[in-house]
């Protein structure tokens, strides 16, 4: 073994030399990688090209160009004829050789490294998969003529079936991409937008829908919450002792008013009674070093069963920079059982920096950093499965109340009625007896309001005088024999009858029958 290791190690040298740069090839399809198959869920181009918004208003409060209390708009204008969408923001803009150099870059983006929320560099070409032509225009001072640089998606779509085309992605990208300068008159000082053209036909059109273009942005974009929900100013001022806020005024044509979080006091479930939120709770999870990691709150309502999509609201949900990473089931796996995830209404602000999201942004980066945030997340979700389950308790308990009130209240109409003998008298009594008693322990389990325990002690107070003073006998114009055999009979119609109301109904006929 050890002359063949020395042949082996003869032949193969035992040093290694590093790859000629001549010898790397960087094709085409690269692009297409970083475009059409890195966005898959249409609706997160939206998510990508605010998220570059926020940036830029952020960049342009650090430089001036904005205001600190200046607000960061972003306005979506939606042309449904041309097939088009443009995002304007008042963010810091692109000038001179920047722009071209900047958008026509591919993963070498000059956030990486800083606070921003995006720093692969290749978010800005998410619309290519989804559009015929994408432009870019901006500038950075008001002495600055507009560019505009457009990507040409059905030359990139050609080229790309072509075998003949180039196969080396500068030039394919030289084929594609124009730029030109334009007058500035009807743009603002400083602003950065995209437009995207001819924007394919999806099932129900989301990508020109501008309600489902708010509802998404509603979830995952950076936006304060509404002046209609109460708990809103409470989150906010926790969230600003960690997070740095810079809510964004996002408007969408067609949409009146500016778009809000979705969170309100009362959560519209479907078809279902609307839920409402009765508190707010707060979380700090440590990251590995023992510093504040993360934080999140949870608003806790009736936890009567699983949210609806359209609410907007269900599950927990991370988020950094202020932007969700991925969906509502990211980590419903975690819970003990993964139905209460949609139960739940909360989410987390992640600030361990070492708490990657992935490429798509649809998860995280697995590291040691966030298996230490998810396993830290384990008790704040089990005390969720507590409150679902003791909620699912209650509401079992609070149905049996309400069926045992209802089968009281039937049983002290039938000692009220008084047509059964003595004895079944009796044996009635009893039996309301142990209604009342079970209705009692019910509401106590069920913590039932005040008007159903006052319910329960009226049961027992009507009891107690019907046992008590007897009732006015409706047979007693008959003969003791003839009124004996009624009674029987009566007695046997409730033992015979599946329904005791039906039954009762029955009896009143034929008492008033024999009565007149």
Known sequence: MGAAASRLRAKTGTSASRVNAEDIIIGNDLLELVSSAMYVDPMSIFREYVQNAADGIEQARRTGALDQVAPGTVHIEIDSKPRSVRIRDNGVGLGGDTFVKRLTALGASAKRGTDARGFRGVGRLAGLAYAQDLLFRSRSDKSESVRELCWDGRMLKALMRETDG?????????????????????????????????????????????????????????????????????????????????????????????????????????????LAVHAVSFIDVPDIDGTVGAVGWFLHHDYEGALATATLQKGFRLRVGDIQVGGDALLEQEFPESRFNSWTVGELHVLDRRIVPNARRDHFEQNAHFANLVNHLGPHFRDIAHRCRTSSVQRKAQRDLELALEATSGSLDLLRQNSVTPAARTRLVREIEGQIDKAEQLAAASEATAPIVDKVAHARSALSELADLGSVDPLAFLKPKERGQYQRFFELIYECSQNRVAAKALVDRIIAKISE
């Open 166 to 274: 180039p196969n080396d992605i500068r030039a394919l990208i030289e084929r594609i991409v124009t730029v030109k300068d334009i007058a500035g008159e009807d743009y603002p000082e400083h602003f950065f937008e995209v437009e995207l053209r001819g924007i394919v036909r999806l099932r129900g059109d989301p990508l020109l829908n501008p309600n489902a273009i708010a509802d998404y942005l509603a979830q995952v974009a950076p936006l304060p919450f509404s002046p209609a929900f109460s708990h809103g100013a409470a989150i906010t001022a926790r969230l600003a002792q960690n997070v740095v806020q810079a809510p964004l005024a996002l408007t969408v044509s067609g949409i009146d008013g500016p778009v809000y979080r979705p969170h309100r006091d009362m959560i519209a479930n479907g078809n279902k009674t609307p």
